[in-house]
């Protein structure tokens, strides 16, 4: 009877080829100076007895863990479970990042941190004690909060910074804000819109002026106005329901809407259909995130998709690089794309 999968160890690998405990680890984690003759014999044992690494024998090679951690707000995310208003961001970087991390032989586990001062300190250096990262992905807002970059820095653990164009140690990664709210606002102008409203996320995040200079640079270059068609919400659905109202009880409402996200734009959708406007005729409606939920309203949200999953295993590939070579220099964007579905139409004639 063979060996049980589960029970196989590296040191059964080592005595099965005839080789050292070193010379395993050496080939599980593809190190150079491994002869080709001496590599196909381990991996010939591995195959042979059906070994699956672990994260304990690829550490006998040196310091590395072979463990990306990526850092998430405990109050939004926690508030976001809850809700189970079907937003993804969690998903979709686990998604990015777990696949890209299984391809290179690491794991990726996520923590939840809490943005106040007197307990970020404490609760980043516990996890960094007991996991030993090799990177760290930060995302908004902790990817901001120098308390945070200033420990990682410190201690010399590469890090990626995501939704962020500020300097600062660590590289900075965004899903290209600006050029996504120009791809929706390009998108409403086509369609003969003139007055298209902005209703953009808290000063906090840095992305909401992003999006904010986005939108107005496409209208500024069709030479449309922008006064008084900008509004602030937090991302969430009370806050979107505030904003749109402002909006459309403007003397001269705009005749279409870009919400920066996707639970504003619901709040959106409900604002108008409780004033009697039917979307698109009346209105039209370009959402942010495209999680699932735009797919199944009345009528489905167009949408611009963020690159979350794409972003997140970009920020995996350059921290696993960043034994050998140091990331490109500037912000890196992975920039999103238009999903145009049916709320969006041509613009009412006047």
């Given at each position: 009877?063979?060996?049980?999968?589960?029970?196989?160890?590296?040191?059964?690998?080592?005595?099965?080829?005839?080789?050292?405990?070193?010379?395993?680890?050496?080939?599980?984690?593809?190190?150079?100076?491994?002869?080709?003759?001496?590599?196909?014999?381990?991996?010939?044992?591995?195959?042979?007895?059906?070994?699956?690494?672990?994260?304990?024998?690829?550490?006998?090679?040196?310091?590395?863990?072979?463990?990306?951690?990526?850092?998430?707000?405990?109050?939004?995310?926690?508030?976001?479970?809850?809700?189970?208003?079907?937003?993804?961001?969690?998903?979709?970087?686990?998604?990015?990042?777990?696949?890209?991390?299984?391809?290179?032989?690491?794991?990726?586990?996520?923590?939840?941190?809490?943005?106040?001062?007197?307990?970020?300190?404490?609760?980043?250096?516990?996890?960094?004690?007991?996991?030993?990262?090799?990177?760290?992905?930060?995302?908004?807002?902790?990817?901001?909060?120098?308390?945070?970059?200033?420990?990682?820095?410190?201690?010399?653990?590469?890090?990626?910074?995501?939704?962020?164009?500020?300097?600062?140690?660590?590289?900075?990664?965004?899903?290209?804000?600006?050029?996504?709210?120009?791809?929706?606002?390009?998108?409403?102008?086509?369609?003969?819109?003139?007055?298209?409203?902005?209703?953009?996320?808290?000063?906090?995040?840095?992305?909401?002026?992003?999006?904010?200079?986005?939108?107005?640079?496409?209208?500024?270059?069709?030479?449309?106005?922008?006064?008084?068609?900008?509004?602030?919400?937090?991302?969430?659905?009370?806050?979107?329901?505030?904003?749109?109202?402002?909006?459309?009880?403007?003397?001269?409402?705009?005749?279409?809407?870009i919400a920066s996200s996707d639970q504003m734009t619901l709040a959106t959708l409900e604002v108008a259909r409780k004033r009697g406007l039917d979307v698109p005729k009346d209105l039209s409606l370009v959402s942010f995130d495209n999680s699932p939920i735009v797919r199944f309203t009345q009528p489905p949200l167009t949408a611009v998709d963020q690159p979350i999953a794409a972003t997140t295993s970009r920020a995996v590939e350059l921290l696993i690089e960043a034994r050998r070579k140091a990331p490109p220099e500037?912000?890196?964007?992975?920039?999103?794309?238009?999903?145009?579905?049916?709320?969006?139409?041509?613009?009412?004639?006047?």
């Open positions: 009877m063979g060996r049980r999968r589960q029970s196989v160890t590296i040191k059964h690998v080592a005595a099965d080829a005839g080789v050292s405990l070193q010379t395993v680890s050496r080939v599980i984690n593809n190190e150079p100076n491994v002869r080709p003759a001496m590599k196909e014999r381990v991996q010939a044992s591995i195959d042979k007895l059906g070994y699956v690494p672990s994260i304990a024998a690829q550490r006998m090679s040196g310091s590395r863990s072979y463990i990306i951690l990526a850092l998430n707000d405990r109050d939004l995310t926690i508030a976001d479970w809850k809700a189970r208003e079907g937003r993804d961001w969690v998903d979709q970087m686990l998604l990015g990042g777990m696949e890209t991390c299984a391809a290179h032989g690491y794991r990726m586990l996520i923590e939840l941190v809490d943005t106040h001062n007197d307990h970020v300190e404490r609760e980043l250096g516990a996890a960094i004690a007991a996991l030993q990262p090799d990177g760290v992905i930060l995302t908004p807002p902790h990817s901001e909060n120098s308390l945070i970059t200033g420990l990682l820095a410190d201690r010399g653990i590469p890090f990626a910074r995501i939704g962020t164009t500020q300097p600062g140690p660590g590289f900075a990664i965004t899903m290209g804000d600006t050029h996504n709210a120009r791809l929706a606002t390009d998108h409403l102008i086509e369609l003969g819109h003139e007055r298209i409203g902005f209703i953009a996320g808290p000063a906090d995040f840095s992305l909401s002026d992003r999006r904010i200079h986005g939108w107005k640079a496409g209208m500024d270059d069709a030479e449309l106005p922008t006064e008084g068609l900008c509004e602030r919400g937090d991302f969430g659905f009370e806050s979107g329901t505030h904003a749109a109202k402002k909006l459309l009880e403007l003397d001269n409402p705009p005749t279409a809407i500037g912000v890196i964007s992975v920039f999103g794309e238009l999903v145009v579905r049916g709320s969006t139409a041509r613009a009412p004639r006047a």
